[in-house]
T-cell receptor, first 110, second 115 residues
Framework: ELKVEQNPLFLSMQEGKNYTIYCNYSTTSDRLYWYRQDPGKSLESLFV?????AVKQEGRLMASLDTKARLSTLHITAAVHDLSATYFC??????????FGKGTRLHILP | KAGVTQTPRYLIKTRGQQVTLSCSPI?????VSWYQQTPGQGLQFLFE???????NKGNFPGRFSGRQFSNSRSEMNVSTLELGDSALYLC??????????????FGPGTRLTVT
């Protein structure tokens, strides 16, 4: 059964700093998604990663996928307060179910 | 293009009652998935419908059921509600891609409280 682990689960960081959120998964998959959720809101799709070595960037966020290591990272560059949210990674299992990680609650301090 | 809509947005029910939630996908999307989000369990997959057929199902009891209509709108039903069913229920729609992957677009959710 596919398991998806994110770490850290909570992260408080200063504006202007860089940090990385990690997403590990337990079985083979080559489709990984990153989502953002603001408090009381729904999920917003950030990135879809489809192959080994895939890297995508949008503004201060960059996501990458290493299918051999079963690892995806979401890197935040020069964080700003507007990036405060909960970030989820989700992985397609072999039986086409999408399994979500527990989420990383990111709080960026001014 | 209008996004995914869910109704109602908030709902309060009593234990033992049943509830029906509705989801209208983005126009042209044929796949609808349902998720339950709770603080303890996080986001859990309930089921997915495609062209009126349930294509996949998560590990939830039979009290949770769903269906999809010919216009791709979907409903989920929970019978004999329990306190633990209190959650945010999210619906997501996607446009099936030929390559077999798809990006999901989530609705605002229905907040169900069971008392």
């Amino acid at each position: 059964e596919l398991k998806v682990e994110q770490n850290p689960l909570f992260l408080s960081m200063q504006e202007g700093k860089n940090y990385t959120i990690y997403c590990n998964y337990s079985t083979t998959s080559d489709r990984l998604y990153w989502y953002r959720q603001d408090p009381g809101k729904s999920l917003e799709s950030l990135f879809v990663l489809l192959s080994n070595g895939a890297v995508k960037q949008e503004g201060r966020l960059m996501a990458s996928l290493d299918t051999k290591a079963r690892l995806s990272t979401l890197h935040i560059t020069a964080a700003v307060h507007d990036l405060s949210a909960t970030y989820f990674c989700a992985v397609d299992s072999r039986d086409d179910k999408i399994i979500f990680g527990k989420g990383t609650r990111l709080h960026i301090l001014p | 293009k209008a996004g995914v809509t869910q109704t109602p947005r908030y709902l309060i029910k009593t234990r033992g009652q049943q509830v029906t939630l509705s989801c209208s996908p983005i126009s042209g999307h044929r796949s609808v998935s349902w998720y339950q989000q709770t603080p303890g369990q996080g986001l859990q997959f309930l089921f997915e419908y495609f062209s009126e057929t349930q294509r996949n199902k998560g590990n939830f009891p039979g009290r949770f059921s769903g269906r999809q209509f010919s216009n791709s709108r979907s409903e989920m039903n929970v019978s004999t509600l329990e306190l633990g069913d209190s959650a945010l229920y999210l619906c997501a729609s996607s446009l099936e891609q030929r390559q077999g992957w798809y990006e999901q677009y989530f609705g605002p959710g229905t907040r169900l409280t069971v008392t």
